[in-house]
């Protein structure tokens, strides 16, 4: 199985800060990693697929990067609504696996 | 609009079984691999399994394939989740998604105790 290490865990920013989340993966996942939000009490909602495409719909603020094992969300300029988790996803190899989360909280 | 709406859950015992459906619209569902995904009171998602567009194939977390099973009926654009011989650990919300996780339903809760 692939194991995907998420950091950092927690992560506490402020309003226009440049934001990044990283995602390791145990072996090269040939960049099918999705990045996604999920609000308390909401279901997760996909913001990029496969490394760097932004789903539709979502602030050109997210951006994503990486290749090999190496996997990078950043937001640009951090907006009071970005609050939440985020969870990066590998969709190279059964068993699909999903990294630990990063909470992001607002200063 | 693509929506996905899942139903089935509560409070089972442990060693039940139950059924979860999710009832899909807005997109032709037989076009799609569909998932499940479930994630704990602790936060943790965890992939359950997915099927293939026309039913012909799953795939499923090693831990649970023995107890899990995966199934849709296209004419009637549902997902299903069969849960055998449940355990304390199983509780969790249950998510449907379409493929790899582009769209979700609201979820569903999962409680097993007794």
């Known amino acids: 199985d692939i194991q995907m290490t998420q950091s950092p865990s927690l992560l506490s920013a402020s309003v226009g800060d440049r934001v990044t989340i990283n995602c390791k993966a145990s072996?090269?996942?040939?960049?099918?990693l999705n990045w996604y939000q999920q609000k308390l009490g909401e279901a997760p909602k996909l913001l990029i697929y496969?490394?760097?495409n932004l789903q539709t719909g979502i602030p050109s603020r997210f951006s994503g990067s990486g290749s090999g094992t190496d996997y990078t969300l950043t937001i640009s300029s951090l907006q009071p609504e970005d609050f939440g988790t985020y969870f990066c996803?590998?969709?190279?190899?059964?068993?699909?696996?999903f990294g630990s989360g990063t909470k992001l909280e607002i200063k | 609009e693509v929506q996905l709406v899942e139903s089935g859950g509560g409070l089972v015992q442990p060693g039940a079984s139950l059924k979860l459906s999710c009832v899909a619209s807005?997109?032709?569902?037989?076009?799609?691999?569909m998932s499940w995904v479930r994630q704990t009171p602790g936060k943790t998602m965890e992939w359950i399994g997915d099927i293939k567009y026309d039913g012909s194939y799953t795939n499923y977390a090693p831990s649970l394939k023995n107890r899990f099973t995966i199934s849709r009926d296209n004419a009637k654009s549902t997902l299903y989740l069969q849960m055998s011989n449940v355990r304390s650990e199983d509780t969790a919300t249950y998510y449907c998604?379409?493929?790899?996780?582009?769209?979700w339903g609201q979820g569903v809760m999962v409680t097993v105790s007794s």
């Open positions: 496969n490394t760097n």
């Open positions: 807005g997109f032709t569902f037989s076009d799609y691999w």
């Open positions: 072996q090269n996942i040939n960049k099918y």
């Open positions: 996803f590998q969709h190279n190899s059964w068993p699909l696996t």
């Open positions: 998604t379409r493929n790899y996780g582009s769209y």
